[in-house]
């Protein structure tokens, strides 16, 4: 998991670097699948429950899902980027949400909130907490900074199949949910809204987006508990220490 992880996090990093303004989101999907494919990986979305894409694409006020195509991305836009790989049999799992130009303060502070939520759901992924407490970490911090977190969608546990038990919320009680012991694998990934937490799903059945218009941001990382802590696999080395460790600029 961890070598699927090293490919989707350049694989993000690469996406990242080619978000300006003019390209398309299509663009970025045939790069991603280029990449994944020349280091003998497959883009676990394609195909999946019939999702046309190796990547989803959810610009602005898009929470998650949206379907690469024609959308040209504009100076001061945000763009979520949401990757998954399938190598030798296991999945790994990350998003980034990134400016496109210099995006506004509003819109900042919210990739920023994002971020650091997702860092301190990590933190809390250790043996003998609970998923509450992990799900706890999310909420409280975003909540605390004016934003809402989605209530609809969830992470999820991760192995040889993308979408694994348990589904893990962005809200919870601390100390509630199960006990977290070594070896298990999530996908922790904070979707956080602007404006209201609702959203809506578009007539293509699978772009997600604010029900009010506003902004949303999407961080996630595939994270191993592990008797010495996370270690989060997607963080852009397999070989680094456990935890955070990570030289990738995007986290």
């Not at 696999?233 to 986290?251: E, V």
């Amino acid at each position: 998991m961890a070598r699927a992880g090293e490919v989707v996090s350049g694989c993000l990093e690469l996406l990242a670097e080619h978000c300006r303004p003019g390209i398309t989101t299509a663009g970025l999907d045939a790069m991603a699948e280029e990449y994944i494919r020349k280091r003998r990986g497959i883009p676990t979305f394609k195909g999946y429950r019939g999702f046309p894409a190796s990547i989803c694409a959810s610009p602005n006020q898009v929470v998650v899902h949206g379907i690469p195509g024609a959308y040209a991305l504009k100076d001061g836009d945000i763009m979520s980027l949401d990757v998954g790989v399938t190598l030798a049999g296991w999945v790994a799992d990350a998003a980034v949400t990134v400016p496109v130009g210099e995006p506004g303060r509003p819109a900042a502070r919210l990739m920023d909130v994002t971020r650091t939520a997702l860092m301190r759901a990590v933190a809390r992924c250790v043996p003998g907490n609970h998923l509450g407490d992990v799900s706890f970490a999310v909420q409280e911090y975003v909540e605390n900074n004016g934003f809402s977190v989605v209530r609809t969608l969830v992470g999820h546990g991760i192995g040889r199949d993308m979408h694994e038990d348990p589904q893990i919320p962005n809200y919870g009680i601390p100390g509630d949910g199960p006990e977290l012991k070594e070896g298990m694998v999530f996908a922790i990934e904070p979707m956080v809204n602007a404006g209201t937490h609702k959203v809506v799903v578009a007539e293509d059945k699978w772009a997600i987006s604010t029900a009010d218009g506003t902004l949303s941001a999407h961080f996630e990382h595939t994270v191993a508990i592990t008797e010495n802590g996370p270690r989060v696999l997607t963080a852009g080395t397999a070989k680094g220490d456990p935890g955070f460790g990570s030289a990738n600029p995007l986290w």
